[in-house]
């Protein structure tokens, strides 16, 4: 109780570029444990980029990451997953011809060897995201409202201590929507630690406990979500797009 | 969603139909003694043994590897070189064999699973080839092109009893329907273990299964092992059933296509697909070889034997397997992409599921 504690993710001046085109520039934060951190900014801002980097999809050209005080750079997604960081897909990427509870056991796969014992564990995580009676169903029939939910299920199976989600609710309907959020804070309850990617404004109040704005690859600002939303430059990036 | 006690009978009949069917095949001899149909039955264990091996890393991983000639050629001319030149029985052989063929698969597979889609394909042809002309010029070694004729195999003898001396096509029969039946025993294995699952989820999409904690190449290479290892040892029983190899029969592009085609036509991803596909296969070339179709065109009047086209059609069908293969396999995957066997298992499970939709609104 009495020393500080580390940050599960700290994130130390990580840019990364295209060609000419800085997707993340030289973007800092840290996350502690048991906290849902909201990331939100325009479309094109650098959110995915940023997923990207931290999860080993692309090595960030800049900057380095720890992970519960381990360094990340160079760590391919498998490895990262393994120590215990796992990411959705914002386009999701269902494995299409395996069943909805096989591709959960796939998830579950990282943590045993045992077939019977992922199975197990898939099933629980099928129940906690409400989809136990599509277990048998072919992943690529689902609608998308489902499909988000397996991608949610199947990342909770590899047993993560920080979830990273890329826009869980977009394309959802508003019941959709409230199940999902519903879902993030049962999974807080957990002890789990989230970084949440999301367009609707007031679904990232409700469940951020800190919010980090990008704006064309650079961190905008950083707070507490009252204080994100009144900070006059957010508000002037987001009045270029017409309403978020 | 305990089975209830008819399902789990139902479970029990794959079962049963399989162990039926293997002492059907196994007593089989003794009632055909056609060298004919026998020869007919050795091809189809040696297509089913190539097939299922393919299936492992081609069907449920989705690395469509036309190169598998290449393990193939290595079985075949590893234990026929070792026999003719330096005197070592082929279960001896196999040992070398088999292990080179693992060998070059994890080399193989460590170069080439960084490609993917058509960029893996085309690296899984220039490997064989490279393979078909080291036998073509490495003549010291194969005798080049003009094959290596055997000139017998040793009899086995096991405890001084004569086991076999290989004079008939009995031995090979029953090597065949051994090795036939491993390789499927080992694909129901597969599918349902890890390495399973992480092929397939490696098959349906390479990101989704790296950020679920699969090591992508670590993988791929432990199933083109085991498919290397069994392609390699139908490789072998080929060179020592025939007696002859050469780069062409042993090592060449047709070898790899057919491999492809019969676990495409049966359906990739199933465990008995390359039976089907092998039954299909082995059927249709011999009629193909023996100018059945062209009969039957002939005889349905549907082709005048007189005319120039029936005589075309005589003296050219026989040989036209390959361009007929292309044909089906062109209509298999316009009309039936997941194979004959895939087609129906996907019936099944779209009418499972419009039963449980039902069964769910009620
Ligand atoms: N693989 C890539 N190659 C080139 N440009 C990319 C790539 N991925 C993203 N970008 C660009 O980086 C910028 C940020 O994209 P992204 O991270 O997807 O934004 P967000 O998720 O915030 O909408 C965009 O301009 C996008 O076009
Ligand atoms: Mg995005």
Not at chain 2, 308 to 322: E, K
């Amino acid at each position: 109780m009495s020393a500080v504690p580390e940050p599960i993710l700290e994130i130390k001046s990580v840019s990364k570029f295209f060609g000419g085109l800085a997707a993340n520039s030289d973007v800092s934060f840290t996350m502690d444990e048991g906290m849902i951190l909201g990331l939100i900014g325009p479309n094109g801002a650098g959110k995915t980029t940023l997923f990207n980097c931290i999860t080993g999809y692309y090595p960030p050209t800049k900057g380095e990451i720890l992970f519960k005080g381990q360094r990340l750079n160079g760590m391919t997604p498998d490895q990262v997953c393994k120590l215990g960081m796992v990411r959705t897909w914002q386009k999701v990427r269902p494995l299409a011809k395996l069943s909805v509870l096989d591709n959960v056991v796939v998830g579950a796969l990282v943590r045993t060897g045992s077939v019977p014992e992922a199975r197990e564990i898939a099933r629980e995580q099928l129940h906690v995201v409400k989809m136990a009676h599509k277990a048998d169903f072919l992943a690529g029939g689902l609608p998308i409202g489902e499909r988000k939910k397996l991608e949610v299920a199947r990342v909770l199976a590899t047993k993560p201590d920080l979830l990273l989600l890329d826009e869980v609710m977009g394309g959802l309907n508003p019941a959709e929507s409230e199940d999902i959020i519903q879902l993030i804070l049962d999974i807080k309850k957990r002890g789990l630690t989230q970084m949440v990617i999301e367009h609707d404004m007031k679904a990232i109040m409700r469940i951020s406990d800190r919010i980090v704005v990008l704006n064309s690859g650079e961190k905008l600002a950083e707070g507490a979500p009252q204080e994100v939303v009144s900070n006059p430059e957010v508000v002037t990036a987001y009045l270029g797009e017409a309403h978020v | 969603m305990r089975p209830s006690p008819q399902s789990r009978g139902l479970a029990l009949l794959p079962v049963v139909l399989g162990v039926a069917a293997v002492v059907a095949l196994a007593i089989l001899p003794k009632y055909v003694e056609s060298p004919y149909a026998l020869q007919l039955m050795v091809l189809f264990f040696l297509a089913v043994i190539q097939g299922e091996a393919w299936n492992l890393i081609g069907g449920y991983g989705g690395q469509y590897s036309v190169g598998h000639a290449a393990y193939f050629g290595i079985g075949a001319y590893t234990v026929i070189v070792l026999l003719q030149s330096k005197g070592l029985a082929p279960w001896w052989g196999l040992f070398p064999a088999l292990l080179l063929a693992v060998v070059v698969a994890a080399i193989v597979g460590s170069i080439t699973f960084r490609l993917r889609g058509p960029y893996f394909v085309l690296a899984s042809i220039a490997v064989a080839e490279i393979f078909r002309l080291a036998a073509l010029n490495w003549k010291q070694l194969t005798n080049g092109a003009e094959g290596i004729l055997l000139s017998g195999i040793p009899p086995l003898v096991i405890g001084g009893a004569q086991i076999t001396d290989f004079s008939s096509k009995v031995p090979f029969y029953y090597m065949g329907l051994a090795l036939a039946v491993v390789t499927v025993l080992v694909t129901i294995w597969f599918q349902g273990s890890k390495l399973g699952y992480y092929l397939q989820a490696i098959r349906e999409d390479q990101d989704a299964a790296n950020s679920l904690g699969i090591p992508l190449t670590f993988y791929k290479n432990v199933a083109l092992m085991i498919s290397a290892f069994f392609t390699a040892f139908a490789g072998a029983l080929y060179g020592l059933y025939v007696g002859f190899i050469d780069p062409q029969t042993a090592v060449g592009l047709d070898i790899s296509v057919q491999i492809v085609l019969t676990a495409i036509i049966g359906g990739i991803g199933t465990v008995l697909g390359p039976v089907v596909g092998a039954a299909l296969l082995v059927a249709l070339s011999e009629a193909l070889r023996s100018n059945v179709l062209t009969d039957l065109l002939i005889g349905s009047g549907l082709v005048d034997a007189g005319s120039g086209i029936g005589q075309f059609l005589r003296d050219n069908l026989s040989h036209a397997h390959m361009l007929i293969y292309g044909v089906l396999v062109a209509l298999t995957i316009l009309y039936m992409p997941d194979g004959v066997l895939g087609g129906i298992k996907n019936q099944l499970r779209k009418r499972r599921s419009r039963a449980a939709a039902a069964g769910g609104a009620a």
